[in-house]
C-alpha cells in the first residue's frame, strides 16, 4: 500500500506563487508516473502536470502550460508542484496521484493513477 500526502495549499493573490509537496510513504516506492489533479467545486477533476518517475520526462495541461511545474525527488520519494503566475480560475483542491504501472500512452487521466492523496485545497484571491 502506498500513503500520499500533500501540503503546501493555501490562499494567494493572482499573479502570486505556491509550492506544492507530495510524500510517498508505504511499501517499497517504484512508481512509474507520479501527477497533480484539481477539482474545483461543481467541475470534474482534471489533469495538471505528471511526471515520469525514472526519466523525468513531464507531462502538460495547456491550462497551466509555461506557469507549473513539476519536479521530482526519487531520494526522498516525493513531488513537487511548482505553481506561478496563480489565476483565480487556478482555484480547486489539488491532488497527488501515484501510477505504480508502467505506461505506453501519456498519463493524463484519473484513471491511470492507482493511489491519490487526500488533496490540498488552493484559493487564489481576485
Known amino acids: 500500500q502506498v500513503q500520499l500526502v500533500e501540503s503546501g495549499g493555501g490562499l494567494v493573490q493572482t499573479g502570486g506563487s505556491l509550492t506544492l509537496s507530495c510524500a510517498a510513504s508505504?511499501?517499497?516506492?517504484?512508481?512509474?508516473?507520479m501527477g497533480w489533479f484539481r477539482q474545483a467545486p461543481g467541475k470534474e477533476r482534471e489533469f495538471v502536470r505528471a511526471?515520469?518517475?525514472?526519466?523525468?520526462?513531464?507531462y502538460y495541461a495547456e491550462s497551466v502550460k509555461g506557469r507549473f511545474t513539476i519536479t521530482r525527488d526519487n531520494a526522498k520519494n516525493a513531488v513537487y508542484l511548482q505553481m506561478n503566475s496563480l489565476k483565480p480560475e487556478d482555484t480547486a483542491v489539488y491532488y497527488c496521484?501515484?501510477?505504480?504501472?508502467?505506461?505506453?500512452?501519456?498519463?493524463?487521466?484519473?484513471?491511470?493513477?492507482?493511489?491519490w492523496g487526500q488533496g490540498t485545497q488552493v484559493t487564489v484571491s481576485s
Open positions: 496521484a501515484a501510477r505504480i504501472r508502467s505506461f505506453a500512452v501519456s498519463p493524463v487521466a484519473s484513471g491511470d493513477y492507482d493511489y
Open positions: 508505504g511499501r517499497t516506492f517504484s512508481p512509474a508516473a
Open positions: 511526471i515520469q518517475w525514472n526519466g523525468g520526462r513531464t
